[in-house]
């Protein structure tokens, strides 16, 4: 197939923006790529910012993978970084870039344009900016500003606001820096949007490790002193903080696509189709400015994960130079480490299954991961959904030892096949005593899901 030269920009350097840009010159060696950055860093690795803040990887220069330089050394792409695109002009199809460092603004035509903006740490909106103790940790730039206050100040009480992927995740890294941790929520337990019972047992994995959670903090007073937060009254105690991160989520950034009237999503993302494409036929876009569809709803849904801003990002920018390239509808797939435990959850949980109307049936077991004699033998907790007239395995959440991640990869493929909760119980599991369970989680919840 010959694909005609093309002019393509690239608006975002984290996950999906690289994998746009390397995707289009790949796919049309012709092609003039540009991404442009608003920051200091491409292609980072933002989800193992926790663990480079604990110290368990040990420099944030082994999470940024590639810098201008080297990105146009291997990918043929022209990055510039500091770079702010301001402003996009779908009608005559070009884009006013700021220099940061300059101020000085240009405009760049484009044939195809691919939006990767990504996604912007909420915030609480009555605690100042300025306060000079509080932070988000949402990239390496994040990240740089909270080592370099750690490290300038005396810190021993940490206060974390809400209590997501990310707060429990900074949880566990301010535990292993040796410091006093908090973590609110207005929620009445950790991690709202997991089944309750999973919600029942972070909490007390939480407490185990000395970690104090509150819950229904909705009448909490934030103490604000000159340019610090000092702390938080809840119910006339005073909790006092000598840093504070707020975690309290994400939500697409589409400025520049809501300026350029581009069809948004009731989450606030873009809506794409299967090619990546937005409503305008010259515009792409992927990562967590998208919405994208739910392979068991057959609706649009915000995902925010940067596997699916990978798998997006390559079939935007694919079809950006011209390939036809598609992507089917998704599974929700995450796992997040939560101390010596794992949380997995895949597909739909009970509640939302509840709200998109299914008819479902439930069932939970607990088991070893090994057999419970050998060393290292742990319980893992698992909560199968399903389908009641079909079947149809809907989801499924585990908490406990490792092999709960392995377990929502196994049942993500069959939902992806339209298998039944009840195969699960036809399904031969390996054992042998140091690895594997004599009797598999997976198929105790399926024998229970076949009455046996």
């Known amino acids: 197939m010959i694909i005609k030269a093309k002019k393509i920009i690239v608006v975002g350097g984290n996950a999906a923006g690289p994998a746009a840009a390397a995707k289009a010159k790949r796919t049309n060696p012709n092609a003039e790529v540009l991404l442009f950055e608003a920051g200091d860093f491409i292609s980072t690795g933002t989800c193992e910012l926790p663990y480079v803040l604990a110290g368990e990887i040990e420099s944030y220069k082994n999470i940024v993978f590639f810098d201008d330089v080297s990105f146009k050394e291997k990918k043929g792409v022209d990055v510039f970084l500091n770079h702010l695109v301001t402003s996009v002009n779908p009608k005559e199809k070009f884009v006013e870039v ?235 797939n995450a796992a997040v480490k939560i101390f010596d435990n794992v949380y997995s959850t895949v597909g739909l949980t009970e509640p939302e299954a509840n709200n998109y109307g299914f008819s479902y049936s439930v069932v939970t077991a607990v088991m070893n991961n090994i057999i419970k004699v050998m060393p290292g033998s742990k319980k893992i907790f698992g909560k199968l959904i399903f389908e009641k007239e079909s079947n149809k395995i809907l989801g499924a959440s585990f908490f406990g030892a490792d092999q709960a991640a392995g377990m929502a990869d196994l049942i993500s493929a069959l939902i992806y096949q339209g298998a039944k909760a009840q195969s699960l119980a036809n399904i031969n599991f390996n054992y042998t005593p140091p690895k594997a369970p004599f009797v598999n989680l997976l198929s105790a919840l399926g024998r229970k899901a076949k009455g046996i």
């Open 98 to 332: 700021l220099n940061n460092k300059t101020g000085q603004k240009k405009l760049f035509d484009y044939d195809s344009l691919i939006l990767t903006t990504g996604s912007k740490a909420k915030r609480l909106p009555f605690l100042s900016s300025e306060l000079t103790n509080v932070f988000t940790l949402k990239s390496v730039m994040d990240f740089v500003k909270i080592k370099k206050f750690i490290d300038s100040n005396t810190i021993e009480n940490v206060l974390i606001i809400g209590a997501g992927y990310i707060g429990l995740e900074a949880a566990e890294a301010f535990k292993r820096l040796g410091k006093n941790v908090t973590v609110l929520d207005i929620a009445e337990n950790p991690l709202p949007n997991a089944e309750v019972e999973i919600q029942h047992l972070i909490k007390q994995t939480l407490e185990k490790n000395s970690v104090r959670f509150i819950g229904k903090t909705f009448e909490a007073k934030y103490i604000q002193t000159d340019d610090k937060l000092k702390g938080v009254n809840i119910d006339g105690e005073l909790i006092e903080c000598d840093v504070a991160l707020m975690a309290l989520g994400v939500a697409p950034n589409n400025t520049l696509a809501k300026e350029a009237q581009i069809e948004i999503g009731k989450f606030g993302g873009i809506k794409i189709d299967k090619r990546a494409r937005t409503s305008n036929q010259f515009i792409f876009a992927a990562g967590d400015n998208t919405e994208i569809i739910n392979r068991i709803t057959g609706k649009y849904d915000y995902i925010p994960l940067a596997n699916y801003a990978h798998v997006f990002g390559h079939a935007a920018g694919a079809n950006a130079a011209g390939d036809n390239q598609f992507v089917e509808p998704v599974v929700r």
